[in-house]
T-cell receptor
Framework: EAGVTQFPSHSVIEKGQTVTLRCDPI?????LYWYRRVMGKEIKFLLH????????ESGMPNNRFLAERTGGTYSTLKVQPAELEDSGVYFC???????????FGPGTRLTVT | EDQVTQSPEALRLQEGESSSLNCSYT??????LFWYRQDPGKGPEFLFT???AGEEKEKERLKATLTKKESFLHITAPKPEDSATYLC???????????FGKGTTLSVSS
């Protein structure tokens, strides 16, 4: 069975540009999560979807970040406009039930110059 | 405030030299404590879930234990391929997210 996939693996953009990250969860997993790791810090939660609904977006840094999950399948995370402090590795994870272990994708490394 | 603290930050071992990694946590109502392994350039790979004090889980050379305030990841006779960053995480109060520690980077030399 395929694991969580993320695209692109690496993105380099200039400050002020827009970037869209994509995540495909494990098939059948209703719960999808976005996390971010900034250099030198721990992995931090951004938001949680159950199917297509946002359950918790308390970790989203500001309104420059927009997450969607169309039809309860894949999810996108758009950053517009990007700032230097948005650089980091963005991870997506999925789980079958909310309290289950979460399976992570390989991450997207975002560099804003 | 929910918090996870891991120690040490880095650990260097000789092949075969057993040791333990520590994860202390503060959370209201533990809903699960998770151990992950992360290799450079990859996402965290799930290892164990522990739910209640006294619980133990084993996988190859790794054994995870849980008390009311901390968890230990014991590594018995490690090999170079065990070198990685080991992450500890707990569910937040709402059960909607994982709260991670900064991790322990383990290096095992032959």
């Amino acid at each position: 069975e395929a694991g969580v996939t993320q695209f692109p693996s690496h993105s380099v953009i200039e400050k002020g540009q827009t970037v869209t990250l994509r995540c495909d969860p494990i098939s059948g997993h209703d719960n999808l999560y976005w996390y971010r790791r900034v250099m030198g810090k721990e992995i931090k939660f951004l938001l949680h979807f159950v199917k297509e609904s946002k359950q918790d977006e308390s970790g989203m840094p500001n309104n420059r970040f927009l997450a969607e999950r169309t039809g309860g399948t894949y999810s996108t995370l758009k950053v517009q406009p990007a700032e230097l402090e948005d650089s980091g590795v963005y991870f997506c994870a999925s789980s079958q039930n909310r309290v289950d272990e979460q399976y992570f994708g390989p991450g997207t490394r975002l560099t804003v110059t | 405030e929910d918090q996870v603290t891991q120690s040490p930050e880095a650990l260097r071992l000789q092949e075969g030299e057993s040791s333990s990694l520590n994860c202390s946590y503060t959370v209201s109502g533990l809903r699960g404590l998770f151990w992950y392994r992360q290799d450079p350039g990859k996402g965290p790979e799930f290892l164990f879930t522990l739910y209640s004090a006294g619980e133990e889980k084993e996988k190859e050379r790794l054994k995870a234990t849980l008390t009311k305030k901390e968890s230990f990841l014991h590594i018995t006779a490690p090999k170079p391929e065990d070198s990685a960053t080991y992450l500890c995480a707990v569910h937040n109060q709402a059960g909607t997210a994982l709260i991670f520690g900064k991790g322990t980077t383990l290096s095992v030399s032959s």
